[in-house]
């Protein structure tokens, strides 16, 4: 952490005003280097209030997701954050950190992306400064086999954070959508670099949509897409989210790792909102249709279909009445 980060730490901790000379003296620095510090913070949106005789009071933090903003709220051992203000996506940055090493909890932030990607080849739509498009860098040594799971057990981590901070029943529609009233408010891209027996890393990348208004969404999604706080009527304090979803990421993956899918398939399915529904799952492979059971220990879809029960690892669902 740099000097600027840790003028924040103690004047966060701080019972009242700390003088100049007693952050030049934590510091050893003279107390112009503490004054330089200190405009520097404030030309990156803290509010520090001081005056010679009291010394300095930390008043206001950027909404911003950077380390220094986020710090206060980690909870668990995932802790090196790259933020950026704006990137292509934040998978591509987290791609690249994982091929150089970067250990597994990395994670990238950004608070714009100008070619966020969702599933399926589509859009992220990423305006600047009232979402969370985040990237996560992990290592399983599992088999190929199980990563697909990884993304169901993200929208589970995804909804648990969901329903920490708002008075709100998050829904799960399979694979990975995260939905509030039938609307979407997030979802997650799972990819990864792998041999036939080995898995190099997954970038597991989400975006939810935290605070953004009617016209933070293009015209195509306005009836489908939903934000936390157009859902709750709260604005949502975007670092207690992420830390938020850090912590509820970390858990459930440490779970998984030690006792796989099967271990929270129950509480997966009681997050779902397709159970009991008619859909139709769009695969490369075919169509098919059918009444939701449920899911599988290994995450696969579980359908009653017109000849009897069935299982589905991938595509798209859409439900039959059109309300999911
Ligand atoms: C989907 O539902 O289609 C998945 C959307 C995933 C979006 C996130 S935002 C952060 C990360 N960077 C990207 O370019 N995409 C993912």
């Not at 969901?162 to 998050?170: C, E, G, H, Q, T």
């Amino acid at each position: 952490m740099g000097p600027g980060g840790q003028i924040l730490d103690w004047l966060r901790g701080a019972p009242g005003p700390l003088s100049g000379a007693e952050l030049a003296r934590r510091l050893g620095c003279s107390r112009a280097a503490v004054w330089k510090q200190v405009a520097a913070l404030r030309r990156e949106g803290y509010e520090i209030r001081g005056t010679p005789s009291a010394g300095y009071v930390l008043a206001g933090v950027p909404d911003r997701l950077g380390p220094s903003e986020l710090s206060p709220y980690l909870r668990g051992s995932w802790r090196r954050v790259e933020w950026r203000a704006e990137v292509d996506s934040t998978q591509h940055l987290a791609r690249d950190l994982a091929r150089a090493g970067a250990p597994e909890g990395t994670v990238v932030v950004a608070e714009s992306q100008t070619g966020g990607r969702g599933r399926l080849g589509r859009q992220w739509h990423s305006p600047p400064g009232v979402n969370l498009y985040c990237s996560l860098v992990l290592r399983p040594s599992a088999p190929l086999a199980v990563v697909p799971c990884l993304a169901l057990v993200a929208g589970l981590a995804v909804a648990d954070a969901v329903s920490d901070v708002a008075p709100l029943r998050a829904g799960l529609k399979w694979p990975n959508d995260v939905l509030v009233g039938g609307r979407k408010v997030a979802g997650i891209l799972t990819e990864l670099e792998a041999e036939v027996e080995r898995v190099h890393h997954v970038i597991a990348g989400i975006g939810v949509n935290l605070n953004g208004g009617p016209e933070d969404f293009p015209p195509e999604l306005a009836a489908k897409a939903t934000s936390l706080r157009l859902a709750s009527g709260h604005q949502v304090n975007r670092a207690v989210f992420t830390a938020g979803l850090l912590a509820a990421l970390e858990a459930r993956y440490t779970r998984f790792l030690a006792a796989g899918f099967a271990a929270m398939r129950s509480e997966w399915e009681a997050y779902s909102s397709l159970t009991g529904k008619e859909v139709r799952v769009t695969a490369p492979e075919g169509e098919v249709t059918g009444r939701v059971l449920g899911v599988d220990d290994d995450g696969a879809l579980r359908l009653a279909g017109p000849r009897g029960e069935l299982r589905v690892v991938g595509g798209e669902v859409t439900v039959a009445d059109g309300y999911e």
